[in-house]
């Protein structure tokens, strides 16, 4: 079995892949927070205004999209100047650690491009491998037409594989294209789904292995796939662009949120800590350095891949439940305020949240999955936050008295929520977390943004 997992992580580096690279992290894309922060730091920025989402008036019609690849260096074309964009760069890992050298790089690539539509969703994977580095841009033309409701578009790469599989495995597809999907299904977008796949590899055999694995997902989901090729770099890699539709206002109406409405865990954190362990695990048979670590169950691996390839679909209907028909007001007596994604940011979403909606938040409670796993995983610095998370678990704010029947449907479907905490004001974005979250969350850089109290 051991020589089968480093044959196995020998192909993957072959391929142009680093296939644990996502162990630290629990994810190969840069966290939220550091994406921010570089940002923050482009000078005369009128073109980007982050968010974890894009939207656009739905006709009935879908998007056309045109799709370029970039050398990590160039700048985008600006013979699509007028449409709206969304992006993926994949990028090496000294530049992803360091904000200016960041920053610099996503000037050069995004500086000259027009501010008519700002750039709002923009994800980063890693990677060791100078050769592997590209930059995508989807160019989204939308249509006139009477507004029937709201188009959401998402963009992901496959935040981690899981080293035991063959790179054609179906598995790492799944990762992808689930991923891609999670944001929408969070949005309350219930039909038109459809994925547009960002795929690659070096030779014909593995790309049709890739196509065909996309085909079986689509067809599994009863999903709308476009094939746009392949990137034609030679090198692996998973990711896709997603987008759905939604007759019902959007639940993003942070400016509502108000003092006494409470938070929503829809999901425990801290799901992703085993997977990243049973992976060290492996890789410690062969490596005495790194010593012995605690065993994981392979039920518990398998369980959360699982997780991992599967959309949650009954998250949007759920979250739908809960939006006004569009074009209709917002009632915070029936209808849910706002909703926040946690995924492997973990509770660092929290920080992210406070921040768009400019409110603090009090934080009672920091459910873990696995907790004596991820102390384990803090203590010996394996893991840099052990409160990432799987597909399902997300942020929902809303009223206290609509609380309970929120909680009461997620239960129906498998979900295992809690309220965690409320709004205290809105003065300023803060949260204080009456928890030591340092048990949890290694990097310090995470935890020196919350306000413990004791």
């Given at each position: 079995?051991?020589?089968?997992?480093?044959?196995?992580?020998?192909?993957?580096?072959?391929?142009?892949?680093?296939?644990?690279?996502?162990i630290s992290n629990c994810s190969?894309?840069?966290?939220?927070?550091?994406?921010?922060?570089?940002?923050?730091?482009?000078?005369?920025?009128?073109?980007?205004?982050?968010?974890?989402?894009?939207?656009?008036?739905?006709?009935?019609?879908?998007?056309?999209?045109?799709?370029?690849?970039?050398?990590?260096?160039?700048?985008?074309?600006?013979?699509?100047?007028?449409?709206?964009?969304?992006?993926?760069?994949?990028?090496?890992?000294?530049?992803?650690?360091?904000?200016?050298?960041?920053?610099?790089?996503?000037?050069?690539?995004?500086?000259?491009?027009?501010?008519?539509?700002?750039?709002?969703?923009?994800?980063?994977?890693?990677?060791?491998?100078?050769?592997?580095?590209?930059?995508?841009?989807?160019?989204?033309?939308?249509?006139?037409?009477?507004?029937?409701?709201?188009?959401?578009?998402?963009?992901?790469?496959?935040?981690?594989?899981?080293?035991?599989?063959?790179?054609?495995?179906?598995?790492?597809?799944?990762?992808?294209?689930?991923?891609?999907?999670?944001?929408?299904?969070?949005?309350?977008?219930?039909?038109?789904?459809?994925?547009?796949?960002?795929?690659?590899?070096?030779?014909?055999?593995?790309?049709?292995?890739?196509?065909?694995?996309?085909?079986?997902?689509?067809?599994?989901?009863?999903?709308?796939?476009?094939?746009?090729?392949?990137?034609?770099?030679?090198?692996?890699?998973?990711?896709?662009?997603?987008?759905?539709?939604?007759?019902?206002?959007?639940?993003?109406?942070?400016?509502?949120?108000?003092?006494?409405?409470?938070?929503?865990?829809?999901?425990?954190?801290?799901?992703?800590?085993?997977?990243?362990?049973?992976?060290?695990?492996?890789?410690?048979?062969?490596?005495?350095?790194?010593?012995?670590?605690?065993?994981?169950?392979?039920?518990?691996?398998?369980?959360?891949?699982?997780?991992?390839?599967?959309?949650?679909?009954?998250?949007?209907?759920?979250?739908?439940?809960?939006?006004?028909?569009?074009?209709?007001?917002?009632?915070?007596?029936?209808?849910?305020?706002?909703?926040?994604?946690?995924?492997?940011?973990?509770?660092?979403?929290?920080?992210?949240?406070?921040?768009?909606?400019?409110?603090?938040?009090?934080?009672?409670?920091?459910?873990?999955?696995?907790?004596?796993?991820?102390?384990?995983?803090?203590?010996?610095?394996?893991?840099?936050?052990?409160?990432?998370?799987?597909?399902?678990?997300?942020?929902?704010?809303?009223?206290?008295?609509?609380?309970?029947?929120?909680?009461?449907?997620?239960?129906?479907?498998?979900?295992?929520?809690?309220?965690i905490g409320f709004v205290t004001?809105?003065?300023?974005?803060?949260?204080?977390?009456?928890?030591?979250?340092?048990?949890?969350?290694?990097?310090?850089?995470?935890?020196?943004?919350?306000?413990?109290?004791?």
């Amino acid at each position: 079995m051991v020589h089968d997992f480093w044959q196995n992580i020998f192909k993957y580096q072959n391929l142009g892949f680093d296939p644990i690279g996502w162990i630290s992290n629990c994810s190969n894309e840069v966290d939220s927070f550091s994406l921010g922060k570089s940002f923050e730091k482009i000078k005369h920025n009128s073109w980007a205004n982050l968010s974890w989402f894009d939207s656009f008036y739905y006709s009935g019609k879908n998007p056309d999209i045109t799709r370029r690849t970039y050398n990590i260096n160039e700048s985008i074309s600006d013979e699509l100047k007028n449409k709206k964009i969304i992006s993926l760069m994949r990028i090496h890992n000294e530049v992803a650690e360091d904000y200016q050298s960041l920053s610099n790089l996503l000037s050069n690539f995004f500086g000259k491009k027009p501010p008519k539509h700002q750039l709002k969703k923009v994800v980063l994977s890693t990677t060791s491998q100078y050769d592997s580095q590209f930059g995508l841009v989807d160019y989204i033309d939308t249509h006139r037409g009477n507004k029937l409701g709201y188009t959401a578009v998402n963009i992901s790469s496959g935040k981690l594989i899981d080293p035991d599989e063959e790179p054609d495995s179906i598995v790492n597809t799944s990762i992808a294209l689930a991923s891609a999907l999670e944001n929408l299904l969070l949005l309350g977008c219930t039909s038109g789904f459809k994925l547009i796949p960002i795929y690659d590899a070096p030779d014909e055999n593995l790309l049709d292995k890739i196509r065909t694995n996309n085909d079986m997902f689509a067809a599994k989901h009863n999903l709308l796939l476009d094939d746009y090729s392949s990137l034609k770099l030679g090198k692996l890699f998973f990711g896709a662009t997603a987008y759905a539709h939604s007759t019902k206002e959007l639940p993003v109406r942070y400016d509502l949120i108000q003092p006494g409405m409470v938070l929503i865990l829809t999901d425990k954190f801290g799901s992703l800590t085993p997977l990243s362990i049973y992976t060290i695990n492996q890789i410690g048979e062969m490596n005495s350095i790194i010593g012995n670590l605690e065993s994981i169950d392979i039920n518990i691996k398998n369980e959360i891949i699982k997780s991992l390839t599967q959309p949650r679909f009954s998250l949007g209907k759920i979250i739908s439940k809960y939006c006004p028909d569009f074009g209709k007001e917002i009632d915070p007596n029936i209808n849910i305020v706002g909703v926040y994604p946690v995924g492997s940011d973990g509770i660092l979403a929290l920080i992210n949240l406070a921040k768009v909606s400019n409110t603090h938040l009090m934080i009672n409670e920091v459910p873990i999955k696995y907790e004596d796993l991820a102390k384990f995983a803090t203590d010996e610095f394996l893991v840099s936050n052990s409160t990432a998370s799987i597909n399902g678990c997300h942020l929902i704010i809303t009223s206290e008295d609509l609380a309970p029947t929120i909680l009461e449907d997620l239960r129906k479907h498998s979900f295992n929520p809690q309220i965690i905490g409320f709004v205290t004001d809105k003065e300023r974005p803060m949260v204080t977390i009456n928890n030591n979250i340092n048990k949890y969350v290694a990097a310090k850089h995470i935890t020196s943004l919350f306000n413990i109290s004791s």
